[in-house]
């Protein structure tokens, strides 16, 4: 949604009738903007105390009273002394044109005299404020870090060695996952696991990955906070999933895959660390 306009509509000097400035107000309120009135009877220091405290990006003034120049000029030169000058200062009010065209000379943007239609005022702000740059939302990863990198491999016992004593890395973590009928070995890395993946069953699909492929990586596993927002979220892109809810897997964590389609061919696994397990590798 874009940023609402935010308005200061003020009263500056002994002016005690505010009619037209609450009629105004209200016609930009309806034109969708934010306004503010200040009351009667506003210093111009009140004016741009209030306008800075306020961040707003327009100023418009009104007055009836006759002393438009010199209290019109006094909120300009506030404004350029407090470093201010960025924000838009409009008047209106029963100005003589003669004055209308000196008080442009002197900073206002533009003056509106009675009989002017509102929205050709809210038109004017629109197309002459500077708005503020809004603050860019952080946007954090998904993905929080690399948990760990799965290799199917037909023996734990014959392809352990390489890793033990060649690498000389340590075993962390060893288990039987039932439901994916793999045996699995998780060695540490840098902070990272590689996880071993035997079949312990023909039906793994660890035992059919290793029939057409022969050893080798079998998936990449990312760590998210939440597997279920991060598998929801990469559906509503469009990507195809192999899991539309997380299960539990190894290390007691939930998991959910990827299609590799959708994830440039590499088997794409969505892990969540759950409260009961340590996180630390």
């Not at 037209?20 to 016609?27: D, F, H, R």
């Not at 924000?87 to 009010?93: A, R």
């Not at 080798?216 to 991060?230: F, P, S």
């Amino acid at each position: 949604m874009a940023q609402p306009i935010r308005i200061l509509v003020a009263k500056p000097g002994l002016d005690g009738h505010d009619r037209g400035a609450l009629v105004i107000a209200q016609g930009l309120r309806d034109e969708g903007m934010e306004v503010i009135y200040s009351g009667l009877r506003q210093t111009p220091e009140q004016i741009v105390a209030t306008a800075i405290q306020e961040d707003v990006a327009c100023i418009g003034l009104s007055s009836l009273s006759g002393a438009h120049m010199q209290l019109f000029k006094e909120v300009i030169r506030l404004l350029k002394e407090q470093g201010a000058d960025d924000i838009l200062v409009i008047g209106g009010g029963v100005i003589p044109e003669e004055d209308c065209t000196l008080l442009r000379e002197a900073g206002i943007a533009e003056v509106f005299t009675p009989g002017t239609n509102i929205a050709d005022v809210a038109e004017f702000i629109r197309a002459h404020v500077r708005m503020a740059r809004l603050p860019e939302a952080k946007v954090l990863p998904l993905a929080q870090r690399v948990d760990h990198v799965a290799i199917a491999v037909r023996s734990l016992a014959e392809a352990l060695p390489f890793f033990t004593r060649t690498l000389r890395l340590s075993v962390v973590h060893e288990e039987v996952i039932d439901s994916q009928k793999v045996r699995a070995a998780f060695l540490d890395v840098g902070g990272v696991h590689l996880e071993l993946l035997e079949p312990t069953d023909e039906s793994s699909p660890i035992a059919s990955f290793l029939d057409k492929r022969g050893p080798g990586i079998h998936h990449i596993a990312y760590q998210v906070e939440d597997a279920e927002a991060a598998l929801a979220e990469v559906k509503a892109q469009g990507l195809k999933l192999i899991d539309e809810h997380p299960r539990f897997g190894g290390q007691g964590k939930l998991i959910g895959f990827v299609h590799p389609k959708s994830a440039t061919g590499v088997l794409t696994e969505f892990c969540q660390w759950t409260e009961a397990e340590d996180e630390t590798p």
